[in-house]
């Protein structure tokens, strides 16, 4: 098993930054793709960014583009997601996800709130 420990989430104004930080611990020597999903009220989680933790590989959905960056320190089995020009629209329950690959996430985080304000 693995668990994940999300932090960093709030409250912010349009135009801010945070930054969601996400500690996986346990079985986690199988694991090598660690990211982000996002949920917004009434509509369906969807990918935020993934970072490969052997290759550095990032992607991101096209929202976020120029905006967050993924990032991530081995040492400490901890991704980041650093969000800047944050905007209303990004508001959304934030879920930290690890996986053995692109798009094979087993384990999900509790989740994060994320509130932008105009």
């Known amino acids: 098993q693995v668990q994940l420990e999300e932090s960093g989430g709030g409250l912010v104004q349009a135009g801010g930054s945070l930054r969601l930080s996400c500690a996986a611990s346990?079985?986690?020597?199988?694991?090598?793709?660690m990211g982000w999903f996002r949920q917004a009220p009434g509509k369906d989680r969807s990918f935020v960014a993934a970072?490969?933790?052997?290759?550095?590989?990032?992607r991101y959905a096209e929202s976020v583009k120029g905006r967050f960056t993924i990032s991530r320190d081995n040492a400490k089995n901890t991704v980041y997601l650093q969000m800047n020009s944050l905007k209303p629209e990004d508001t959304a329950v934030y879920y930290c996800?690890?996986?053995?690959?692109?798009?094979?996430?087993?384990?999900w985080g509790q989740g994060t709130q994320v509130t932008v304000s105009s």
């Open positions: 970072i490969s933790w052997s290759t550095g590989t990032e």
């Open positions: 346990g079985r986690t020597e199988r694991q090598n793709d």
């Open positions: 996800v690890v996986g053995a690959g692109w798009g094979r996430y087993d384990y």
